[in-house]
């Protein structure tokens, strides 16, 4: 049986839960929709970088990441209520770009899907 760092599970409970707080509590107040890809934890379990993704123009994901860095204290005292560590992280959120590089690619496809031969 394979063992995974103590790290690596907090991470995906905590992109759980801040999915969940997003969807739940935070629905109203967020601009935009606001995506949760990825957490990645440091080994002591004191930080964690959050990893999102922002559907729209430049102007909503400075929006979002601007809610982001407003709500960053309310957000970790939320997230440590479900938590059972002595420490709750400190969160970093960081715009994940590979989302918007996913859907520019699929539409460079489709663009050369529908060339019609030479």
Known sequence: MKQYKRSSRISEQ??????????????????????FTHVRISDDLRYAKVYYSCLGQDEEQRKAADFLEKE????????????????VPEFT??????????????????????RPNE
């Open 14 to 35: 905590v992109l759980r839960d801040i999915s969940q707080l997003m969807e739940t509590e935070l629905v109203d107040e967020a601009p935009g929709m606001i995506t």
């Open 93 to 114: 959120f960081k715009f994940d770009r590979s989302v918007q590089d996913g859907i520019r690619i699929e539409q460079l496809l489709d663009e050369i899907k529908n």
């Open 72 to 87: 960053k204290k309310r957000i970790r005292h939320l997230i440590g209520r479900n938590l059972r560590l002595k420490h």
